[in-house]
């Protein structure tokens, strides 16, 4: 048997971190059994992280809320992650509330760099039930998440909840949205938090085989 | 002067949980006083990359290697004819042919991994894989890097240098393969007249622990009680060591990813 030497690691490398923003609209059409549903979904998406536990050191959360658009919460770790319960109200500013999530990105981005903390791509989960009415401020945004996209600079995906305008989505990314079957947001947000969780535990150089979306989305 | 070398590539328990086998490999060679070392993590993201790995390393160092022989005096033979003796050809490399060897020793590797792709039909991406080398002669030390993994420099004083930090994409998910078709723009060369008393080089599995993400020093630490431990270590057990120090807990728990780790210091003159 040979001594293996006392060996100590560089204590100032952080773990690599998973931005993720969750835009998620809180408009008056919300109202009722959808945003009740969308918070019992927010609670799995808790619950399902901190079964992992790479995932909660790894993955960072933030939110953005449509109806006026609001950060409501700044990106937060997801051992700590406790989601807001959300009320429904207002209109639809779909385009103020993506151009809001980018900034948040582009600053975060910026913060793991100045630190450096390597990250993997963030991710932009957007869910909403109607149509932007922001006039063309979603076009705008459109063009920065394509140009992003292209430069996989973030991963964008997008939920269209009964009554959303499909048509808008399409055009805000090449990845096609994904209607959301009934009000399942609860499994949504389980395939997330597991899709997540895999980003989380990759490998420098892999892409990353998510499990197709089921049981919430029909493709 | 001859080299003392501890070097391991273990699977990562990452890899292990996805049933994927090690794809990290490494080959040392030695030629006289020169060491030649490469260091090669094939990229999870490819089929074959554990096959690209190593045929990239194996390759690299051999092409190397074979320059170095070709350097070495020719066996006196018995002078039957009466011409003077041809003069003694060049037994130290030429800076400039040295690094002309070394870079075509990218190409060399990148091509042999191409042929294996086509005889199996595959693609040259499915072999998709890092390459690290490093070179050193009693005066000069030569560093070549595609991708990430880092060699670390160890000078005369046991002080260590950083010589390559790695080249991650934007993200940690990103990296740049030997087999991507604009390699050679991002293959970086550094050649140097400096003696160096060792060299580590390691993939990106061992990275966290010794080389800062943010200045891309290497960490104190971590080589210095690996330089005194190697120095003492009896010459059999020295790979079985280095195995046996990188699967620890304390390592396994910093990285799920594959780890090689090469460590060759001089054995000082007798």
Not at chain 1, 35 to 44: H, K, R, T
């Amino acid at each position: 048997m040979t001594n293996l030497p006392d060996v100590s690691f560089d204590p100032t490398n952080p773990d690599p971190r998973c931005a993720c923003v969750l835009v998620l609209d809180t408009s008056g059409s919300m109202y009722g059994e959808k945003i009740d549903q969308l918070n019992q979904g927010l609670v799995a998406f808790r619950d399902s992280l901190q079964t992992d536990s790479v995932a909660q050191s790894r993955v960072e959360i933030a939110i953005v809320t449509f109806g006026p658009a609001q950060l409501l919460q700044d990106f937060t770790g997801a051992s700590q992650f406790n989601p807001p319960t959300l009320a429904a109200s207002g209109d639809t500013p779909l385009g103020a509330a993506l151009q809001q999530a980018l900034d948040m990105i582009t600053i975060r981005k910026k913060l793991y760099r100045d630190n450096g903390t390597p990250y993997y791509r963030p991710w932009v989960f957007l869910i909403t039930d109607g149509a932007p009415t922001d006039n063309d401020a979603w076009k705008s945004a459109a063009v920065r998440i394509k140009d992003e996209e292209s430069r996989k600079g973030i991963a964008f995906f997008s939920v269209g909840v009964e009554g959303a305008d499909m048509e808008v989505l399409k055009q805000l990314s090449t990845r096609p949205p994904l209607p959301l079957k009934g009000y399942s947001f609860r499994e949504m947000f389980v395939w997330l938090s597991a899709s997540l969780g895999k980003v989380s535990q990759s490998q420098p150089g892999q892409q990353v085989p998510l499990t197709p979306p089921e049981g919430w989305t029909t493709v | 002067m001859s080299w003392r070398i501890a070097k391991a590539s273990i699977i990562g328990s990452g890899h292990i949980g996805a049933n994927m086998p090690c794809q990290d490999s490494h080959y040392v060679m030695q030629i006289g006083d020169t060491l030649i070392v490469a260091v090669s993590d094939g990229l999870g993201s490819a089929a074959h990359s554990e096959i690209g790995s190593k045929i990239a390393s194996e390759q690299a160092v051999t092409h190397i290697a074979n320059y170095f022989d070709s350097l070495k005096p020719p066996k006196k033979r018995l002078q039957w004819w009466p011409f003077p003796a041809k003069p003694a050809p060049k037994t130290q490399p030429e800076p400039d042919t040295l690094e002309t060897v070394c870079r075509t020793a990218f190409t060399v590797a990148r091509d042999a991994v191409g042929v294996r792709a086509t005889a199996e039909r595959k693609e040259l991406r499915d072999f998709a894989c890092t390459l690290l080398v490093a070179v050193v002669t009693p005066n000069d030390w030569v560093v070549m890097h595609i991708g990430d993994g880092a060699v670390v420099g160890i000078l005369d004083d046991e002080a260590t240098r950083t010589l390559s930090t790695p080249d991650n994409g934007e993200f940690i998910n990103m990296t740049m393969p030997l087999t991507s078709a604009d390699y050679l723009t991002h293959l970086r060369f550094n050649h140097k007249a400096e003696a160096l008393r060792g060299v580590a080089l390691m993939s990106d599995g061992v990275q966290p622990m010794c080389i800062n993400f943010k200045t891309g020093e290497a960490y104190d630490g971590f080589f210095r009680p690996i330089i005194q431990w190697l120095r003492t270590l009896n010459l059999v057990d020295t790979d079985v060591s280095m195995q046996k120090l990188l699967d620890t807990p304390r390592f396994r728990q910093k990285s799920d990813d594959d780890m090689t780790l090469v460590l060759a210091l001089r054995e000082p003159n007798p």
